[in-house]
């Protein structure tokens, strides 16, 4: 299901977090949830990512918003990563990659004159009744958190 729409019911999902805990779509109703796709823990644009998300977390939390970063890593990866950055964000372990598909996130991409499948890195902003309200696609870090800061104040 890749071609998700502002508008559309945000596809369900089940993933374990830091310390092995699921979380799922259904626990995040009743507030907004910022949902980003990331390739891999521990590479400089995923870094920045998470620690700029881990930076702004208070301000997204004082207006109801929720952040859950997600790739393919496993759990035990992801608690490297937070703990070698302090990052406070929780993240998702996507390990048999049906969220990344779901989402349409994951994709052939082209480096050096190879081509492979990865991650897009990809932000979706989910309302507090499960819709899409914003959808960020190939995102460049630079400035992307801010641009998701000013769009969970809109919608709140």
């Given at each position: 299901?890749?071609?998700l729409n502002i508008g559309d019911i945000a596809p369900d999902f089940t993933l374990s977090i830091n310390g092995g805990t699921?979380?799922?779509r259904a626990d995040y109703e009743g507030k907004m949830l910022i949902l980003y796709f990331y390739p891999k823990d521990d590479t400089p644009g995923c870094?920045?990512?998470?620690?700029?998300?881990s930076t702004h977390q208070a301000e997204f939390t004082a207006l109801g918003a929720d952040i859950l970063g997600v790739s393919r890593d496993t759990v035990q990866k992801h608690e490297k990563f937070i703990g070698k950055h302090d990052l406070t964000v929780n993240l998702?372990?996507?390990e048999d990659g049906k969220v990344?598909?779901?989402y349409g996130v994951w994709v052939e991409k082209n480096m050096y004159g190879k081509t492979y499948m990865g991650i897009e890195r990809a932000t979706f902003l989910i309302g507090k009744d499960g819709k899409i309200l914003e959808i960020w696609r190939k995102v460049r870090v630079k400035n992307h958190i801010e641009?998701?800061?000013q769009a969970v104040k809109d919608h709140a």
């Open positions: 299901m890749s071609n699921a979380v799922t870094t920045k990512e998470a620690i700029g998300f998702g372990a996507d990344t598909e779901n641009t998701v800061l």
